[in-house]
């Protein structure tokens, strides 16, 4: 079965959402349309790479994701053939932090024809027909011509400074649990077996050591784990706020994009 997913800004319930699934099912009818999250945040292209990032490894080969933000018919259009799967967006500021390790084969979109003469939807009048052609077989450079590499953004790594392994925050989910980038790879390489403090907003809530569960500290707690992609990630545990507002970014006061610094001990 082919599988199409989704992934945008457009809000649940949009009729956006309906339109594209209707235009996708109207030239591909036996297509499967996965919907990954219609709750990014407003033209944040960086948070739906993230999100749309760490659900493509677990979509079978030839699986075409559509990258729905920010795709303004004033960016170069762009599909992707990375590990075998494909991917549709706009060559627009974080995209490029989709790929990395082997470089993907890029192709641009601006020969799809469209139906529209002045198309102000370009997921439905460019994404769609690419997909569509995908889905029944088609190559990818019947479509597109190779283009250059992708725009780079230019987002600050984790570094050491001084005694302090430094991260940033990259994602708030639902729970408002606070997603780094510091993977479970670099804090064994850099903290090792060695003491550490993660500093919170008060002394009292400070982290001290990695959990393996949420539940291994007290309700209300700060706790720090290795979540499921395998990085590290800032909670409370099993609390919740009068309102609903009781995650770690209201409680620890973390936002996206704060540095989230590991002082290390002797």
Not at 110 to 127: A, H, K, Y
Request: charged letters at 25%; glycine letters at 8%; a negative charge.
């Amino acid at each position: 079965m082919s599988l199409i997913t989704l992934t945008s800004d457009y809000g649940e319930g949009s009729p956006h959402v309906a339109q594209l699934k209707g235009a996708i099912y109207k030239r591909a009818p036996l297509a499967k349309v996965v919907d990954i999250s219609h709750s990014i945040r407003k033209y944040d292209v960086a948070e739906a790479v993230w999100v749309l990032k760490q659900v493509a490894p677990e979509f079978p080969d030839n699986s075409v994701h559509l990258l729905c933000v920010k795709a303004a018919c004033d960016r170069p259009l762009r599909l992707v053939k990375y590990r075998r799967q494909f991917y549709l967006g706009a060559d627009n500021e974080a995209f490029g932090l989709l790929f990395d390790e082997e470089a993907p084969m890029v192709y641009d979109l601006s020969g799809v024809r469209t139906e529209e003469p002045l198309p102000t939807f370009p997921e439905r009048e460019w994404f769609v027909p690419a997909a569509a052609h995908l889905m029944t077989g088609g190559a990818p450079e019947s479509i597109g011509r190779m283009a250059p590499a992708l725009e780079p953004l230019n987002l600050l790594p984790p570094r050491l400074e001084g005694n302090e392994l430094v991260g940033q925050i990259v994602f708030i989910d639902h729970f408002g649990n606070a997603v780094t980038n510091i993977s479970r790879a670099l804090f064994e390489e850099v903290v090792g077996e060695r003491e550490f403090i993660i500093p919170m907003r008060s002394a009292r809530m400070d982290i001290r050591r990695i959990s393996t569960h949420y539940h291994e500290v007290a309700a209300g707690d700060a706790v720090a784990l290795f979540n499921a992609s395998g990085l590290l990630e800032i909670a409370i545990n099993n609390h919740s706020a009068p309102g609903g507002n009781g995650g770690a970014d209201t409680l620890l006061g973390l936002r996206r994009e704060q540095d989230v610094r590991i002082t290390l001990g002797a």
